[in-house]
Antibody, heavy 125, light 107 residues
Framework: QVQLVQTGAEVKRPGASVRVSCKVSEHILSELSINWVRQAPGKGLEWMGGFGPEEGKKVLAQKFQGRVIMTEDPSSDTAHMDLSGLRSEDTAVYFC??????????????????WGQGTLVTVSS | DIQLTQSPSSLSAFVGDRVTITCRASQTISRYLNWYRQKSGTAPELLIYAASSSQSGVPLRFSGSGSGTEFTLTISSLQPEDFATYYCQQSYSTGLTFGGGTKVEIK
């Protein structure tokens, strides 16, 4: 059973950068497609970007292009998400999630099947 | 980006009630639609993929239907652990999107 364990909560000043890490256990990182989703307090889920499950191509949501860098360290089976230029609106819980494909009802579909526990990032002066 | 609109945004129901949540897509997405349940303070969990296929281990009271632009999630008999927020999510386009969520509360 794949497990994703994230680093702890962070408090940052506006303009700073933050790194959230996601360690894979009971599996190999290279066999997973890790994506990142965030949730502002009391709000819904927002996909940020990640690796596609087929070709392994990295895709970023347009609003995060230029501010987010997603990397992976196979030696430690850990994925990282770096967000720069923090502002108060970036205060949220950040989740890593495994994005995989499967055949369902005759088509190959994609979904998030395993999630990390979430990391609260608070941006405050 | 493909927009997903869920309705209602919230509802109140009793344990044992049948509940239906709707998700409408701004353009056709075939059956590339998934449903998640998120209990307070926890990560989402996958319930349904490909609009109507149940994830392994998900109780039979959860079912999904639809294709194209309109989808539904039905809980046949609401249980205490089902009081949570439900999200639909499309994987038709490279830019993934979620619906705004439906909060199911105890009546």
């Amino acid at each position: 059973q794949v497990q994703l364990v994230q680093t702890g909560a962070e408090v940052k000043r506006p303009g700073a950068s933050v790194r959230v890490s996601c360690k894979v256990s009971e599996h190999i990182l290279s066999e997973l497609s890790i994506n990142w989703v965030r949730q502002a307090p009391g709000k819904g889920l927002e996909w940020m970007g990640g690796f596609g499950p087929e070709e392994g191509k990295k895709v970023l949501a347009q609003k995060f292009q230029g501010r987010v860098i997603m990397t992976e360290d196979p030696s430690s089976d850990t994925a990282h998400m770096d967000l720069s230029g923090l502002r108060s609106e970036d205060t949220a819980v950040y989740f890593c999630a495994s994005y995989r494909s499967k055949y369902g009802k005759g088509i190959k579909v994609f979904f998030f099947d395993t999630w990390g526990q979430g990391t609260l990032v608070t941006v405050s002066s | 980006d493909i927009q997903l609109t869920q309705s209602p945004s919230s509802l109140s129901a009793f344990v044992g009630d049948r509940v239906t949540i709707t998700c409408r897509a701004s353009q056709t997405i075939s059956r590339y639609l998934n449903w998640y349940r998120q209990k307070s303070g926890t990560a989402p969990e996958l319930l349904i993929y490909a609009a109507s296929s149940s994830q392994s281990g998900v109780p039979l009271r959860f079912s999904g239907s639809g294709s194209g632009t309109e989808f539904t999630l039905t809980i046949s008999s609401l249980q205490p652990e089902d009081f949570a927020t439900y999200y639909c999510q499309q994987s038709y386009s490279t830019g993934l999107t979620f619906g705004g969520g439906t909060k199911v509360e105890i009546k």
